[in-house]
T-cell receptor, first 113, second 113 residues
Framework: GAVVSQHPSWVICKSGTSVKIECRSL??????MFWYRQFPKQSLMLMATSNEGSKATYEQGVEKDKFLINHASLTLSTLTVTSAHPEDSSFYICSARLNNEQFFGPGTRLTVL | QQQVKQSPQSLIVQKGGISIINCAYE??????FPWYQQFPGKGPALLIA?????SEKKEGRFTISFNKSAKQFSLHIMDSQPGDSATYFCAASSMNRDDKIIFGKGTRLHILP
């Protein structure tokens, strides 16, 4: 139980395009999901907290207009990287909260050319 | 006060040995201390977690030791195996406040065959 999936697992895009990443809780409902960014050999950096049916809460320094988050249902949250640039290349990981524990997705590797 | 300090940054252990990773925190409101294991290119997976009402928790070869007065906790991996080679993150959160998880910087563990 408590499985979280992400799609796609990797994506390559051209600079200036937008990329959408999906995070799904497969066997449970999650009112709260989290989006993280991880650079090589570094820890997870929380980008935003996504609450079903309401606006996401962004961490300081994270541009909400660049990283659009939509939590439209209890099993799906999406992160859209708008007008992507090479510096947005990173490993993006989501997690979903269940009973005060967080379960992580497998991550999405984004490469912006 | 929100930081979780983790050491060492990297660790090399002989197969069959004991791997020990240490973490320290400042915020006394923290009451949930999970450890995550992450393999390259994958999302973190919850390994074991402890709450401050106990001083030790053991699951198979993995043991968390918790010292509330010193605000420190550690992960011990007994009989370490090459398959344990991964990055380990300690973390802390305040479950009563339904708060976000604060991660340590991670320890890259390598078990020599």
């Amino acid at each position: 139980g408590a499985v979280v999936s992400q799609h796609p697992s990797w994506v390559i895009c051209k600079s200036g395009t937008s990329v959408k990443i999906e995070c799904r809780s497969l066997d449970f409902q999650a009112t709260t999901m989290f989006w993280y960014r991880q650079f090589p050999k570094q820890s997870l950096m929380l980008m935003a907290t996504s609450n079903e049916g309401s606006k996401a809460t962004y961490e300081q320094g994270v541009e909400k207009d660049k990283f659009l988050i939509n939590h439209a249902s209890l099993t799906l949250s999406t992160l859209t990287v708008t007008s992507a640039h090479p510096e947005d290349s990173s490993f993006y990981i989501c997690s979903a909260r269940l009973n005060n524990e967080q379960f992580f997705g497998p991550g999405t590797r984004l490469t912006v050319l | 006060q929100q930081q979780v300090k983790q050491s060492p940054q990297s660790l090399i252990v002989q197969k069959g040995g004991i791997s020990i990773i240490n973490c320290a925190y400042e915020n006394t409101a923290f009451d949930y201390f999970p450890w995550y294991q992450q393999f390259p290119g994958k999302g973190p997976a919850l390994l074991i977690a402890i709450r401050p009402d106990v001083s030790e928790k053991k699951e198979g070869r993995f043991t968390i030791s918790f010292n509330k007065s010193a605000k420190q906790f550690s992960l011990h991996i007994m009989d370490s195996q090459p398959g344990d080679s991964a990055t380990y993150f300690c973390a802390a959160s305040s479950m009563n406040r339904d708060d976000k998880i604060i991660f340590g910087k991670g320890t890259r563990l390598h078990i020599l065959p």
